[in-house]
């Protein structure tokens, strides 16, 4: 939802300017006419990706789509005509409520192998010796996960029997979450990751630590694309927000 209200905003931005320059200029002809973007260009602007797969021009207007390509998946980057600016996300067009981004992106993961998730790094919250296991890709400065926190508390309460494995992901649009993640894993404290989601400061440890690349890592190769997300114990993956009584009815109705 985050993601979304920030595409919205970027197009209230965009979209003043081109309507501003009337039929003369620019707005008089196709966007290619005064606009362009090359392949180059492109992989200049994101260094670190495995392969740039190619540009163009966005439906929505005053943005090129680059897609990216890395472990085997495509993901779709916007970056503005000034080239200043990047959005990563999904974009929707209000005629039809289509996703247009989904188009050029590789399929969510909706199974995941437990196997394959190592939770030596997580942090419980809850009993260690709760029968059923919620892994839990969380960013301490994701609002949508503070909110989530709140019901993995409730949950706890209501049923003893369902734990919480917390795997700290934090986005790159979180311009405070890595210092803050690295600092919560180095103490290996919930009441810290408590702290953090209430919003107040956190000290922020100098430790040395790879925990939080290594889950970068792996929300990656999971395809885990944001936060947060929750890996029931029957390895469905669910993304997003959920109240405490949803998630108890997919821990209890889960696949055995």
Do not use: W
């Not at 779709?76 to 200043?84: G, R």
């Amino acid at each position: 939802m985050i993601r979304v209200i920030l595409v919205f905003l970027l197009f209230l931005i965009v979209s003043v300017p081109a309507y501003a320059m009337g039929q003369e200029g620019c707005g008089a002809g196709t966007c290619n006419s005064c606009h362009s973007m090359t392949l180059d260009e492109a992989k200049a602007m994101f260094p670190r990706a495995e392969k740039v797969l190619s540009v163009d021009f966005s439906e929505l207007p005053g943005l090129f789509v680059v897609e990216l390509e890395g472990k085997g998946k495509r993901e779709p980057v916007y970056v503005d005509f000034s080239k200043k600016y990047i959005v990563a996300g999904n974009i929707f067009r209000l005629a039809d409520n289509k996703n247009i981004s989904e188009s050029r992106r590789t399929p969510e993961a909706t199974e995941v192998d437990l196997k394959k998730v190592p939770v030596d790094d997580a942090l419980l919250v809850g009993k260690a010796d709760a029968r059923y296991k919620v892994i839990v890709f969380t960013d301490p400065d994701c609002p949508y996960c503070r909110k989530l926190h709140t019901e993995m508390k409730q949950v706890i309460k209501t049923d003893p029997d369902i734990a919480f494995q917390v795997m700290l992901f934090p986005l790159p649009m979180h311009k405070d979450a890595y210092a803050k993640s690295k600092s919560i894993l180095c103490s290996r404290s919930s009441a810290l990751l408590d702290l953090a989601f209430s919003g107040a400061p956190i000290p922020l440890d100098s430790c040395v630590t790879d925990s939080v690349d290594k889950n970068i890592r792996l929300a990656n190769e999971l395809g885990i694309r944001g936060t947060p997300a929750l890996i029931f114990p029957d390895g469905h993956l669910t993304a997003g927000f959920l109240k405490a009584d949803d998630i108890i009815a997919a821990v209890r109705n889960a696949k055995k």
